[in-house]
């Protein structure tokens, strides 16, 4: 069975850092591009960032440019998403999936499995 546990998630004030932990079971982390997705109160899912299968190509959606950074470890079979100097509009549920990349779509992931997700609440 495929499962995807994000851990890390937790309050913290604006300016702060948190990072985020996503564990896949059931497959191999290299077999797939992954990526990290945020859905905040009221508002549509919106896609954060992007990791290629082999960790070498990265994107980000513009709001966190220079502040987010996606990495993974394949030993671990774990992703993350080091997240710094976070603001109050930061505050969503995050979640992370593995798929193979799209193009020509404004996500960059096609996604195959989600998981559960893990609130983080930046404060002001």
């Known amino acids: 069975q495929v499962q995807l546990v994000e851990s890390g998630g937790g309050l913290v004030q604006a300016g702060g850092s948190l990072t985020l932990s996503c564990v896949l079971f059931?497959?191999?982390?290299?077999?797939?591009?992954m990526g990290w997705f945020r859905q905040a109160p009221g508002k549509d899912r919106e896609f954060v960032a992007f990791?290629?299968?082999?960790?070498?190509?990265?994107s980000y959606v513009d709001s966190v440019k220079g502040r987010f950074t996606v990495t993974r470890d394949n030993a671990k079979n774990t992703a993350y998403l080091q997240m710094n100097s976070l603001k109050p509009e930061d505050t969503a549920v995050y979640s992370c999936?593995?798929?193979?990349?799209?193009?020509?779509?404004?996500?960059?992931?096609?996604?195959?499995?989600w998981g559960k997700g893990t609130l983080v609440n930046v404060s002001s």
């Open positions: 990791n290629s299968w082999s960790g070498n190509r990265t």
């Open positions: 059931g497959r191999t982390l290299t077999s797939y591009s």
């Open positions: 999936a593995i798929g193979v990349p799209a193009y020509n779509s404004p996500n960059p992931l096609r996604v195959d499995y």
